[in-house]
């Protein structure tokens, strides 16, 4: 984009001219891009497998073939994610409510850094993992271990991080479990947990780092849900303020299967539908 777009696309997102970090932009949002500038970008239909360690930042779009990434972002792929996090610092993130593997209630919100979301949450007290990357090798050998009702498994790196990882979906009733396998004496004390530079096969070599507010329920919630949680932020980062529902750089975060469709048809080289452009604000 010219650099008259890029201000105005800060503008609209953030509030603020010049906030805009390109080297460092991890999602773009579309549906707040001028169709003649969409025009003009080619992404791929997911990130390019092999290319860890390739210094082009290539465009895809996320959801449909990229598991738990927002659907309607445009994701630039990048070999390096931003964090982990200091404690009571702030991470520009993306949430998308994901409502499979008997999510609830009770299940705590996840989130995704990136930078270019336009929303900040502060992860307080946070307890940060290892590097999580999950190859089809590792699966596979966790899936034969969970199948003998195994505690561990022997040379899978990082097990206890995917145990978490996956107690962390179904919380209740294994604080104390979660608890011994983090290392740490309560985990009731923390407000988040991190997994640092985490991949899985169908990000083919991008890395982002996850992070879930253990008292922030429920996952399946749109964001719009939350905007008075006093750890949630919108606007420049020199002048964070509370986040409004209406905002744009919270309507983009609410999933629905029209942003999903709108960027998969463009990225099919169908034009884009202006339909979901202003959409209302889920209820609260």
């Given at each position: 984009?010219?650099?008259?777009?890029?201000?105005?696309?800060?503008?609209?997102?953030?509030?603020?001219?010049?906030?805009?970090?390109?080297?460092?932009?991890?999602?773009?949002?579309?549906?707040?891009?001028?169709?003649?500038?969409?025009?003009?970008?080619?992404?791929?239909?997911?990130?390019?497998?092999?290319?860890?360690?390739?210094?082009?930042?290539?465009?895809?779009?996320?959801?449909?073939?990229?598991?738990?990434?927002?659907?309607?972002?445009?994701?630039?792929?990048?070999?390096?994610?931003?964090?982990?996090?200091?404690?009571?610092?702030?991470?520009e993130v993306t949430h998308c409510g994901y409502h499979a593997e008997g999510v609830n209630s009770l299940t705590p919100m996840w989130f995704m850094a990136a930078v270019g979301s336009g929303v900040r949450i502060?992860?307080?007290?946070?307890?940060?993992?290892?590097?999580?990357?999950?190859?089809?090798?590792?699966?596979?050998?966790?899936?034969?271990?969970?199948?003998?009702?195994?505690?561990?498994?022997?040379?899978?790196?990082?097990?206890?991080?995917?145990?978490?990882?996956?107690?962390?979906?179904?919380?209740?009733?294994?604080?104390?479990?979660?608890?011994?396998?983090?290392?740490?004496?309560?985990?009731?004390?923390?407000?988040?947990?991190?997994?640092?530079?985490?991949?899985?096969?169908?990000?083919?070599?991008?890395?982002?780092?996850?992070?879930?507010?253990?008292?922030?329920?429920?996952?399946?919630?749109?964001?719009?849900?939350?905007?008075?949680?006093?750890?949630?932020?919108?606007?420049?980062?020199?002048?964070?303020?509370?986040?409004?529902?209406?905002?744009?750089?919270?309507?983009?975060?609410?999933?629905?299967?029209?942003?999903?469709?709108?960027?998969?048809?463009?990225?099919?080289?169908?034009?884009?539908?202006?339909?979901?452009?202003?959409?209302?604000?889920?209820?609260?």
């Amino acid at each position: 984009m010219s650099a008259q777009r890029l201000r105005d696309y800060s503008i609209l997102l953030y509030g603020a001219p010049g906030v805009i970090d390109v080297a460092a932009l991890t999602v773009l949002w579309p549906a707040l891009i001028p169709a003649s500038v969409l025009q003009h970008m080619s992404p791929l239909c997911a990130p390019p497998k092999q290319s860890q360690h390739e210094p082009v930042p290539y465009v895809y779009p996320g959801g449909l073939a990229a598991n738990f990434q927002q659907a309607a972002a445009l994701w630039l792929h990048r070999p390096t994610a931003p964090g982990p996090f200091d404690d009571h610092s702030w991470a520009e993130v993306t949430h998308c409510g994901y409502h499979a593997e008997g999510v609830n209630s009770l299940t705590p919100m996840w989130f995704m850094a990136a930078v270019g979301s336009g929303v900040r949450i502060n992860v307080g007290r946070s307890v940060r993992m290892p590097e999580l990357r999950l190859s089809m090798v590792q699966k596979d050998l966790r899936n034969k271990c969970r199948a003998r009702s195994s505690e561990h498994c022997p040379g899978v790196d990082h097990y206890d991080a995917h145990q978490v990882h996956q107690l962390l979906i179904h919380p209740h009733g294994q604080l104390d479990k979660i608890s011994r396998l983090l290392g740490v004496n309560d985990i009731r004390y923390y407000d988040s947990v991190q997994f640092p530079s985490r991949s899985i096969p169908s990000w083919q070599g991008s890395v982002h780092t996850e992070i879930i507010m253990l008292n922030w329920f429920s996952e399946n919630d749109y964001l719009a849900q939350h905007v008075s949680e006093a750890g949630l932020r919108c606007g420049p980062p020199s002048r964070m303020r509370p986040c409004r529902a209406d905002e744009p750089a919270m309507q983009q975060q609410a999933h629905g299967v029209c942003d999903a469709q709108r960027v998969w048809m463009w990225a099919k080289g169908t034009p884009l539908s202006p339909d979901c452009n202003h959409r209302a604000a889920p209820p609260a």
